[in-house]
């Protein structure tokens, strides 16, 4: 079966602590994406990724790290600098190139620092 | 990304069409129009797009107004399975980047 896997569902964790979010992908998809969603919001995006060894800051990078070692992984570091870390991660993949193509999500992580 | 604009939230009686408005006043030429529904406590998943003609496939249609300013997402018969929040998105297909910009969108729903 195609898709987006992300681990783990839930995650809670401690003021203070660096967290890591799993993302994989086997649709052969060259670009990846996370997303964070507040309650009650739309998505907003972190980073993405065009290709393996590149990454680009989407539009609330601050406080988030991103690696892109292989094409079917994107982990998400939630760092200590994070000020407001809680909330639902959805990572997606798509084709990259025009015209606009179709993102793919996975089933998210809801994070919890308490 | 050009704005769209949507209502907060609609209801619907199950089995019954529904019809999702958007607008999309200062939509430009080479917009798509692409829409997503998320389920409760699930990622997004794409229904359908456009870019003048309508559109129609497993999921709902999509009718766009000839001057393409605004648009319908229809589910031709309502399950309860459809509640979900609906997201109307532009995408300018000359860009290569892919990038969604999700707005509040519209919570549907459905009543048994």
């Known amino acids: 079966d195609g898709g987006i896997t992300q681990s783990p569902k839930y995650l809670f964790r401690k003021e203070g602590q660096n967290v890591t979010l799993s993302c994989e992908q086997n649709?052969?998809?060259?670009?990846m994406y996370w997303y964070r969603q507040d309650p009650g919001q739309g998505l907003r995006l972190i980073y993405y990724?065009?290709?393996?060894?590149?990454?680009q800051k989407g539009d609330i990078a601050e406080g988030y790290s991103v690696s892109r070692e292989k094409k079917e992984s994107f982990p998400l570091t939630v760092t200590s600098a994070q000020k407001n870390p809680t909330a639902f991660y959805l990572c997606?993949?798509?084709?990259?190139?025009?015209?606009?193509?179709?993102?793919?999500f996975g089933p998210g992580t809801r994070l919890t620092v308490l | 990304d050009a704005k769209t604009t949507q209502p907060n939230s609609m209801e619907s009686n199950e089995e019954e069409p529904v019809h999702l408005p958007c607008n999309h006043s200062?939509?430009?030429?080479?917009?798509?129009i692409h829409w997503y529904r998320q389920l409760p406590s699930q990622g997004p998943e794409y229904v359908i797009h456009?870019?003048?003609s309508n559109v129609n496939n497993r999921m709902a249609s999509l009718a766009i107004a000839e001057d393409r300013k605004s648009s319908t997402l229809i589910l031709h018969r309502a399950t309860l399975r459809d509640a979900a929040v609906y997201y109307c998105?532009?995408?300018?297909?000359?860009?290569?980047?892919?990038?969604?910009?999700f707005g509040g969108g519209t919570r549907l729903m459905v009543k048994p």
């Open positions: 998105i532009l995408r300018d297909y000359r860009n290569a980047g892919n990038m969604l910009t």
């Open positions: 997606a993949s798509s084709r990259w190139g025009p015209p606009a193509d179709t993102q793919y």
């Open positions: 649709l052969n998809h060259d670009a």
């Open positions: 456009g870019l003048t």
């Open positions: 990724s065009q290709i393996v060894n590149d990454f």
């Open positions: 200062t939509i430009s030429g080479t917009d798509y």
